[in-house]
Nanobody
Framework: QVQLVESGGGLVQPGGSLRLSCAASGLTFSTYAMSWYRQAPGNERELVAGITSYGGVTNYVDSVKGRFTISRDNAKNTVYLQMNSLKPEDTAVYYC??????????WGKGTLVTVSS
């Protein structure tokens, strides 16, 4: 039974920081590429950041480059998203995704991030 559990969301003021965590179980974590997506009301779900299984390559959507950092700890079966200099437009439900090839694809249930003064 594969399970991805996000945590770390909450309410933060503009300019503040949050660190999201996604704990994975039921899979061989080190063989999966991991990513963070977000979805705001009225918007499509968008890819925010991705990281390869070995952690050597990362990608970010332009709107978060320089502010967000994705990382992983394969020994802890956990992927992180460090979010700095948060803006109101970062408000969304953030989802963790695990992928391997074209057949294995799993999603977490999401954690809400609200950036507001």
């Amino acid at each position: 039974q594969v399970q991805l559990v996000e945590s770390g969301g909450g309410l933060v003021q503009p300019g503040g920081s949050l660190r999201l965590s996604c704990a994975a179980s039921g899979l061989t974590f080190s063989t999966y590429a991991m990513s963070w997506y977000r979805q705001a009301p009225g918007n499509e779900r968008e890819l925010v950041a991705g990281i390869t299984s070995y952690g050597g390559v990362t990608n970010y959507v332009d709107s978060v480059k320089g502010r967000f950092t994705i990382s992983r700890d394969n020994a802890k079966n956990t992927v992180y998203l460090q979010m700095n200099s948060l803006k109101p437009e970062d408000t969304a439900v953030y989802y963790c995704r695990a992928r391997r090839g074209r057949t294995r694809d799993y999603w977490g249930k999401g954690t809400l991030v609200t950036v507001s003064s």
